[in-house]
């Protein structure tokens, strides 16, 4: 048992010394041994070639999608070959790791390996319209589409630091939505609060009660917290902006980050945020979608 506790950190050493280069395009097809793999996105022919229009560059494009999600997934092979993850998509290796931090570099390659394709999943190579059934559901929360825009937006060029801004719907209360912060390979998911890092920890109170206040922690505060999110909110993502400096700083320079965030919502694909919103609205009732696992792009 212990062996099998310390091997993650084994691999990691390993993985550690990666090259820059992706082992999935560095070696043949047959010598990958891990089962995780870069999605594909719909619109990635398209990307490759011409960047995502009047947002991201071919080349930004290439560095935060394809070699990006390339060293995440080809890491959480290596942490996870040859065991009983293996098969496991990340987002249930996130809620299964969560609370263990021995497994603490397992999380992080497979949270963030869901939160970026979340990212991208989310974006159209054209603009689109919100449909107005949706709109009607987003001014129950936010007023209107443009006060939800100017507080997601002013949310996110706040965040000091990496990481993602979410937006998520109330799965207790029908029709509420909310804006939250995830720091670095933060986890939006109720089932994986305890990684949830909600706010900036160099500048939030010490004493302040936090989703991530035990992560880390052993015995009594490792199994006996209640498995929801901070504040009993039971919510469920639906959008997201990755707000890591790898993804903007290439075409938008060290002071771009609020362009990069004005020009972001202008090739949000709607229609994946409507169908996300509609799968876990299916999905409530039968409170299956708690913990994330039951999406469709997990």
């Known amino acids: ?64 999608w394809t070699q990006y999600q390339g060293l995440m997934v080809d890491k959480l092979n290596l942490l996870t070959q040859d065991t009983v993850d293996a098969d496991l998509k990340p987002g249930d290796l996130l809620v299964k790791y969560s609370r263990r931090p021995e497994m603490a570099s397992v999380f992080n390659y497979a949270s963030m390996a869901h939160n970026n394709h979340f990212f991208f999943n989310c974006l159209s190579p054209t603009p689109t319209q919100i449909p107005e059934t949706f709109a009607n559901e987003i001014s129950k929360s936010c007023s209107s589409v443009e006060s939800l825009k100017l507080d997601f937006l002013a949310t996110a060029n706040a965040m000091f630091g990496p990481g993602f801004v979410w937006l998520a719907k109330n799965l207790e209360r029908e029709g509420m939505m909310h804006i939250f912060c995830t720091y670095n390979a933060g986890s939006p998911y109720p089932a994986a609060h305890a990684r949830r890092q909600p706010v900036d920890m160099a500048t939030h109170t010490p004493d302040t009660a936090l989703g991530n206040q035990y992560a880390g ?15 009993a909110v039971d919510v469920q993502p639906i959008l997201c902006v990755n707000t890591w400096e790898h993804v903007w700083m290439m075409d938008y320079g060290i002071a771009g980050k609020a362009e990069y965030l004005e020009r972001w919502w202008d090739r949000i694909n709607w229609d994946v945020v409507v169908d996300n919103y509609n799968a876990v609205r299916a999905k409530s009732s039968h409170r299956v979608a708690k913990d994330g696992r039951n999406l469709h792009h997990l």
């Open 1 to 64: 048992m212990l062996n099998r506790l310390l091997r993650p950190q084994a691999s990691l050493r390993a993985a550690s010394c990666i090259s820059q280069k992706p082992i999935s395009a560095a070696l043949p097809r047959f010598q990958t041994r891990g089962v995780h793999n870069v999605p594909n996105l719909v619109h990635n022919a398209y990307f490759q070639k011409h960047g995502i229009p009047e947002f991201l560059s071919p080349e930004a494009y290439d560095f935060s």
């Open 217 to 231: 922690a052993m015995g009594a505060h490792s199994t006996n917290q209640k498995n929801i999110a901070p504040g």
